[in-house]
């Protein structure tokens, strides 16, 4: 059983989502069915590079496909695995980056990285809706109100990428083991309608769902990036 942990309001400083520009729109279209003969044993759209990546024990992966390289528009699909099969579970609109996407993230360039990387902790700062990773509620968590108002809500729910960070901590632990350079801090988050610091976004449904969704027993990762560099 997963344990919420409340943490106070803790002057922790916010990492690669720290800045206006992130969050979105749009509700959770209905389940996708495929026909058995359609339904792929390789995530759609990505190639051997990042394929290879994903673990073998793995049966959840977030994908974000990114419309463009230079772009803050993405699309996050969640697959579930089947025997040796991924199905399509749900998908929604979302935001990243709002100078699009890297393979050599820097702090402050504000691109996503692109790769594959594991989701292992959640917080926010609402309490606990029934999330499978472990979730910690903390203040500091929150986005600073001096922020424009509609920034408000975006860290209401997040889900920490394991880019940069010490997994098994709270979201907004700030340890970049690979060094402050790289950046850190990146989240999936909710969404205010345009591209983010660093992070994917996506809407308030859509958070919940994840989180009441993604399961550690299943090792769930993310596999994110622009089209283009998904399928290299």
């Known amino acids: 059983m997963v344990t919420t942990t409340v943490l106070g309001a803790l002057l922790i400083p916010l990492g690669g989502c720290g800045g206006p520009g992130s969050a979105g729109t749009g509700s959770a279209p209905a389940k996708v069915a495929g026909k058995p ?4 044993t390789r995530i759609p759209g990505v190639g051997d590079r990042l394929q290879r990546r994903i673990p073998a024990s793995s049966r959840q992966v977030v994908a974000v496909y990114g419309d463009g390289k230079d772009s803050p528009d993405a699309t996050v699909v969640l697959y579930t695995k089947r025997g040796s099969v991924w199905d399509r579970v749900r998908g929604w609109p979302a935001h990243n980056g709002k100078k699009g996407w890297t393979t050599d993230h820097r702090e402050g360039d504000r691109r996503s990285p692109v790769g594959v990387f594991t989701l292992s902790d959640a917080g926010g700062a609402l309490p606990d809706p029934g999330a499978r990773l472990p979730y910690t509620r903390s203040a500091a ?9 509609s920034y408000w809500h975006d860290f209401d729910y997040v889900i920490a990428i394991d880019y940069n960070r010490v997994t098994g901590t709270p979201p907004n632990n700030q340890t970049r083991p690979g060094g402050y350079g790289k950046g850190g801090g990146i989240w999936l988050h909710m969404d205010h309608g345009s591209g983010t610091s660093a992070c994917v976004s996506v809407s308030r449904s859509a958070m919940r769902y994840l989180l009441r969704t993604l399961d550690p027993d299943r090792r769930p990762v993310v596999v994110m990036g622009d089209r283009a560099d998904l399928k290299d």
């Open 37 to 40: 003969a359609d339904r792929p």
């Open 141 to 149: 968590i929150a986005a600073p109100r001096w922020w424009p108002r």
